[in-house]
Nanobody
Framework: QVQLVESGGGLVQAGGSLRLSCAASGSIFSINAMGWYRQAPGKQRELVAQSTSAGSTYYADSVKGRFTISRDDATNTVYLQMNSLKPEDTAVYYC?????????????????WGQGTQVTVSS
């Protein structure tokens, strides 16, 4: 079993910054990708940023140039530095990890989610 523990959400004024953290723990063989999704009220969950073990990163167009994703592979932690925040960034942010674990028959990849952390940007 793998657990994702998030921290760093909160309330900030427009133009401010927040840093989210997500630490993965448990029976991890390898982490294929870690990233952040967000879901605003009445909207679908969307991918905000992702970092893969191959070294590639993805950012949604709406956050490019403002958000930066980074990883500490030694501690299985992913960070999301959010700068120049806008009211439209208000959402619950979820950490996501695609993790390979060892099973009885070999290895298998599973997807895990954090509990979510609220980010509120006031205008």
């Amino acid at each position: 079993q793998v657990q994702l523990v998030e921290s760093g959400g909160g309330l900030v004024q427009a133009g401010g910054s927040l840093r989210l953290s997500c630490a993965a723990s448990g029976s991890i063989f390898s982490i294929n990708a870690m990233g952040w999704y967000r879901q605003a009220p009445g909207k679908q969950r969307e991918l905000v940023a992702q970092s893969t073990s191959a070294g590639s990163t993805y950012y949604a167009d709406s956050v490019k140039g403002r958000f930066t994703i980074s990883r500490d592979d030694a501690t299985n932690t992913v960070y999301l530095q959010m700068n120049s925040l806008k009211p439209e960034d208000t959402a619950v942010y979820y950490c996501n990890a695609k993790v390979t674990i060892v099973t009885g028959g070999g290895t298998r990849m599973y997807e895990y989610w954090g509990q979510g952390t609220q980010v509120t940007v006031s205008s």
